[in-house]
C-alpha cells in the first residue's frame, strides 16, 4: 500500500524538483500541497505551484497557505533566486489559470491528517508557518500524524545568515512551536543536503529527452545549478529532494536523536536551530537529525525518477 503524505511547500525549484519525486514513485501516495510564502511571497509561490501542476498534469490538490510569518516582517530568497523565486537558463513555465482548490490550505492539511489518522506523513520544505498554524488550529494533530519530516535548519551554519538556514530564518516562532509540538521532527539540514550535489552532468541527462516539459524543467534545473557556477563551485547542493530521497530510501541516511531548540533572540543568531546531540545522557530528544547521506546512490534514485517522469509526461 503506498504511504500517504501532505506535502507543505514554498516552490522554488528544489521544491519543484521534491514534488515531481513524490508524483513519480508509485510507492507515495500525494494527498494534497500546502503552498506557504517562502522562496517568494505567496502569490508568487502560489503561481509556481500551479504551473507545476499543469504542465507534469498533477491532479494532485493545491491549497493556498499562509502569507506571512507568524511575528517577523516577511523575508524570501529573492534577491537569490530572483523575482519568481526561481531561475532558468531556457524557456518559462507557462502560467497556469486554474487548478486552486477552495479552502484554505492549514485547513486542508488539518482535515486530510483527521480523515486518515496514524497513516500521514507530514513533509515540510519551507518555512513551518502552515504547519505550525496547523498545530494551533487542531492541537490533536502532532499525534494523529504518523511523522513529521522537514527540510530545515543545520547543525553547522546557516546559509539566510550565518547562523540560520533560511526555511527556519524566514519564521522562527513557528519552527520553534513545531520542534515543542511533541511529535519527532525527522530534521534534514543543510549538514546532510549539501552531501548531494548536482552538476552540469546530471543537467545532461535531462537534455537527453524530448518534449516540452522536459525541456522547460532542465532549463531550471541548470538555473539552479547556475546558483552554484556564479560562485565557483561546480555543484550545487540538492536541498528540498533530500528528506524525499529519505522516505524512499532510508538505508543511505544517518539520522541520530537530538535535542533542537529555536533561537529566537539572538541578535545574530535569530532562527539557528541549536541541535543537542547528546540525548538522552544530557537532553530529551524531539528530533532525529540526518548527519550522513550516502550521495551518489541517492543522486541515482533522484535522476532515475526525474527521467521516468519526464519521459512520460
Not at 120 to 128: F, M, Q, S
Not at 257 to 283: F, Q, S, W
Request: charged residues 15%; glycine residues 10%; aromatic residues 6%.
Amino acid at each position: 500500500m503506498a504511504r500517504k503524505l501532505w506535502l507543505d511547500t514554498d516552490p522554488g525549484f528544489d521544491d519543484w524538483m521534491a514534488w515531481a519525486l513524490l508524483e513519480a514513485d508509485p510507492q507515495f501516495h500525494l494527498l494534497g500541497v500546502s503552498v506557504v510564502a517562502g522562496n517568494a511571497p505567496l502569490p508568487v509561490t502560489l503561481a509556481n505551484a500551479l504551473a507545476i501542476r499543469a504542465l507534469h498534469g498533477f491532479t494532485t490538490p493545491v491549497f493556498a497557505g499562509c502569507a506571512r510569518p507568524l511575528a517577523q516582517p516577511q523575508s524570501t530568497a529573492q534577491d537569490v533566486l530572483g523575482a519568481h523565486g526561481m531561475r532558468s537558463t531556457g524557456p518559462l513555465l507557462p502560467p497556469a489559470s486554474h487548478g486552486l482548490s477552495a479552502g484554505h490550505g492549514v485547513q486542508a492539511l488539518v482535515d486530510a491528517v483527521r480523515a486518515h489518522p496514524g497513516q500521514v506523513t507530514l513533509l515540510a520544505v519551507g518555512p513551518l508557518t502552515n504547519v505550525a498554524t496547523a498545530f494551533a488550529l487542531a492541537p490533536e494533530l502532532p499525534q494523529l500524524l504518523q511523522a513529521l519530516v522537514i527540510m530545515g535548519g543545520s547543525t553547522v551554519g546557516g546559509n539566510a545568515t550565518a547562523a540560520a538556514e533560511f526555511n527556519i530564518h524566514a519564521d522562527p516562532e513557528a519552527a520553534a512551536r513545531v520542534f515543542d509540538s511533541g511529535i519527532p521532527v525527522a530534521m534534514f539540514g543543510l549538514n546532510a543536503c549539501r552531501q548531494l550535489a548536482v552538476g552540469d552532468g546530471h543537467v545532461q541527462q535531462l537534455r537527453t529527452l524530448r518534449g516540452e516539459a522536459a525541456r522547460i524543467f532542465t532549463g531550471y534545473f541548470d538555473g539552479y545549478v547556475d546558483l552554484a557556477r556564479v560562485r565557483g563551485r561546480a555543484a550545487q547542493a540538492l536541498y528540498d529532494p533530500t528528506p524525499v530521497v529519505w522516505l524512499a530510501r532510508p538505508e543511505l541516511f544517518t539520522l541520530q536523536p537530538g535535542r533542537v531548540e529555536i533561537e529566537l533572540g539572538g541578535r545574530y543568531t535569530r532562527g539557528m536551530t541549536v541541535c543537542d546531540l547528546r540525548p538522552p545522557a544530557r537532553a530529551r530528544a524531539n528530533a532525529q537529525v540526518a548527519l550522513q547521506a550516502q550521495g551518489r546512490p541517492a543522486l541515482e534514485w533522484v535522476m532515475e525518477r526525474l527521467l521516468a517522469l519526464l519521459a512520460r509526461t
